[in-house]
């Protein structure tokens, strides 16, 4: 069977790598690089919703913290720079695991983990949380569609009544949510996810040649990243 796509171990060390070297100290330097490499894997999806999703969210955290505060300079400015210093990590961080959220089942997801020996109960907590990600996201869609329905929605209502409009979205949010969390737990049980016997793999995660190639690209971004100047490591306030 010919095999596509990467490995989901290296989609999750990908995951792992990039969050720590964007969230590190001296992150910033690592920042291009990394929104870089997530509006690849956007790309390669192709979801291109989100590839400009990460370089409006890119263009404007760079807009507001490193040419505001020079155009602009007061203390205001000053404060929106340095929360978009913290901001712009988090779109790097984003993106790269919107890739794994995406494009991992939670059937390669477990195999992957279960190759890796992670304890049973993690791999299956991790697994339901991947698939709940997707679950919430179209449940709070379904949510504001039934209140646009019946004229819930809309700015005026929600600067009149702040508390109440929240309430209105959360609770059935809520409602919904623990729904889906008890149909999530019977399908894994379904699946035998519980079970103690080890499940046979029938498409077993390996190594290859997208696995090399991305990280030829992660140390070669990396190597770009520590030798030419970065534009986010200097000019924040």
Do not use: K, Q
Request: aromatic content about 6%.
């Amino acid at each position: 069977m010919a095999r596509r796509g990467l490995d989901p171990r290296s989609r999750i060390l990908l995951v792992l790598v990039v969050s720590v070297a964007v969230m590190s100290p001296s992150g910033l330097v690592f920042v291009p690089a990394g929104i870089v490499l997530a509006v690849a894997l956007a790309a390669s999806e192709p979801s291109w919703s989100r590839v400009a999703v990460l370089l409006a969210s890119a263009a404007i955290m760079y807009a507001l913290g490193w040419i505001l505060p020079v155009v602009w300079p007061n203390g205001l400015t000053a404060t929106i720079g340095i929360a978009c210093g913290y901001l712009i990590r988090f779109v790097a961080a984003f993106g790269v695991g919107a890739h794994l959220v995406a494009t991992t089942s939670p059937t390669r997801l477990s195999a992957g983990l279960r190759a890796w020996r992670i304890p049973r109960a993690i791999a299956v907590t991790l697994a339901v949380m991947l698939r709940f990600f997707p679950v919430v996201a179209s449940t709070s869609a379904a949510v504001l569609d039934a209140m646009r329905l019946r004229g819930l929605v809309g700015a005026r209502g929600f600067v009149r009544h702040p508390v109440l409009s929240i309430e209105r979205f959360t609770v059935p949010m809520i409602a919904a949510s623990l729904r889906a969390s008890e149909d999530l737990s019977a399908s894994t049980i379904l699946r035998g996810l519980g079970s103690r016997r080890t499940p046979v793999t029938l498409d077993p995660p390996r190594f290859g040649w997208p696995d090399a190639a991305l990280a030829l690209a992660v140390a070669a971004l990396a190597a770009i990243s520590m030798v030419l100047p970065s534009p986010l490591a200097e000019g924040i306030p």
